[in-house]
């Protein structure tokens, strides 16, 4: 079954509430949290406090993908506020920093899982993937919402999924970019099982009928 992941990025941020509700009660499985930190990524959006108070406010399992230099340095308050699943990208550390990072979120009891950007070999998951909850493709370049899907960024979905099944048949293979029903489902047909959307899901009147095309596309 695919899973839904709404990015609140495209949400009400003067009242996020009842968007959440909105796509919780539309049966979304998780709730993406882009965290931007204007040096991984040319732009900036939420945080550590925003997380809590997610938390605070729902029991959605919270899918928080940080787009972040270092982020070794943070995953723990990202987990004690609140986050289920702590994503980050593999080009923002160093090996033995992401590692640690890796352990770090593990120790916390969180699920975790890195991110490749479009031009980022998937073989250089390898040394990681037996570890991982999740690998998550991103399909425009990170940094802001609304991009178009980049169709090239396929063959690299349709190999993880090879890596995956061969050496961690529990990850998760969630996508992230310029999803709506079309891009969908070519990206079910290489191997994804998570779906990240925004615009596609916030941006319309009825939230239920845009989840219900990406999920049955």
């Given at each position: ?12 941020f003067a009242?996020?509430m009842?968007?959440i509700t ?8 998780y709730l993406h ?6 040096i ?17 406010a729902?029991?959605m399992?919270?899918d ?23 994503t980050?990208h593999l080009?923002?550390d160093?090996?033995?920093d992401?590692?640690?990072a ?13 991110s490749?950007?479009?031009?980022t ?7 990681y ?8 493709i ?16 396929l ?8 890596m ?11 996508v992230?970019?310029?999803?709506d029903p079309v ?5 079910k047909?290489?191997g ?18 845009a ?7």
């Amino acid at each position: 079954m695919t899973k839904l992941s709404p990015s609140i990025l495209s949400a009400n941020f003067a009242d996020l509430m009842p968007d959440i509700t909105a796509v919780q009660s539309a049966g979304a499985e998780y709730l993406h949290v882009d965290v931007m930190d204007g040096i991984f990524v040319p732009n900036i959006s939420i945080g550590i406090p925003v997380v809590a108070s997610l938390r605070k406010a729902t029991d959605m399992f919270l899918d928080v993908h940080l787009m972040i230099d270092r982020p070794h340095r943070y995953v723990k308050a990202f987990c004690d506020a609140g986050a289920d699943l702590v994503t980050f990208h593999l080009e923002a550390d160093q090996p033995q920093d992401l590692f640690d990072a890796i352990r770090g979120v593990k120790k916390c009891g969180k699920k975790v899982g890195l991110s490749l950007k479009p031009l980022t070999p998937s073989e250089t998951l390898l040394p990681y993937i037996g570890l991982l909850d999740l690998v998550l493709i991103m399909t425009v370049e990170p940094g802001f919402g609304g991009q178009s899907f980049m169709e090239d960024q396929l063959p690299k979905i349709k190999a993880v999924r090879r890596m995956i099944d061969g050496l961690n048949a529990g990850c998760e293979l969630e996508v992230d970019g310029g999803i709506d029903p079309v891009t969908a489902r070519a990206c079910k047909d290489a191997g994804a099982n998570v779906l990240v959307a925004g615009s596609a899901i916030f941006k319309k009147d009825d939230r239920k009928a845009a989840m219900d095309a990406i999920r049955n596309a």
